[in-house]
């Protein structure tokens, strides 16, 4: 698995992302797909952040995830 893709673990892992992000929809789930660029960014988007504070957002909760692997 590369660091640009969840590969299979993201159906797995998809259920703990809404949870933390609620404002998520189904589709920018698809479009997400594992990618943690992508996940950064619907996070700006949704929530309004500054990139700096999304990519602080995703490490934090890779941290308290650690047996998520992107």
Known sequence: ???DQAGGNWKQFKGKVKEKWGKLTDDDMT?????RDQLV???QER??????????EVTD???????HRW
């Open 31 to 35: 479009v997400i797909e594992g990618k």
């Open 1 to 3: 698995m590369n660091s």
């Open 61 to 67: 909760w890779e941290t308290h995830n650690s047996d």
């Open 47 to 56: 929530y309004g952040y500054a990139k700096d504070e999304a990519e602080k």
């Open 41 to 43: 960014g619907k996070i």
